[in-house]
């Protein structure tokens, strides 16, 4: 990957940084899928949590797509959505940026705040362990 490359990739990702609640639920939905959606779909488990407007769903991943959070192709005679970075991805970038941001890329520093401010059960632990 070119240098040129690397920094497109790395402002595609840090996008998903800056999404809003809604559009982080529906992401969310999209990627615990792992597979392409429907509007109806997503709609669908996100209003058996809560309440949402259909209209409210479809009009913002129509925002998505346009904005290249999602990709959408068809199944059928259906539109279906695909997030367009997988969730580690998303992840990576943000907790980058958070990094630089605020501890001034002092990773260390970053971890042990999230440390003593994050309560961590003996399951998170090692489930850190077995991620290292």
Sequence with gaps: MTSMESTVA???????????KVELSIIGVLWDAGEGQTVREVFEDLYSH??????????????????????QTRRGR??????TVDREQAAAACVQEVITGIFGGKLSDGVVSVLKHLPLSVADLRAIRKGM
């Design 50 to 71: 809560g309440p949402w407007s259909y209209n409210t769903v479809r009009t913002t991943m129509a925002r998505m797509v346009t904005a290249n959070v999602l990709k």
């Design 10 to 20: 790395r402002a595609k990702h840090l996008m998903f940084c800056r999404l809003k």
């Design 78 to 83: 259906s539109n279906v959505y695909i997030p």
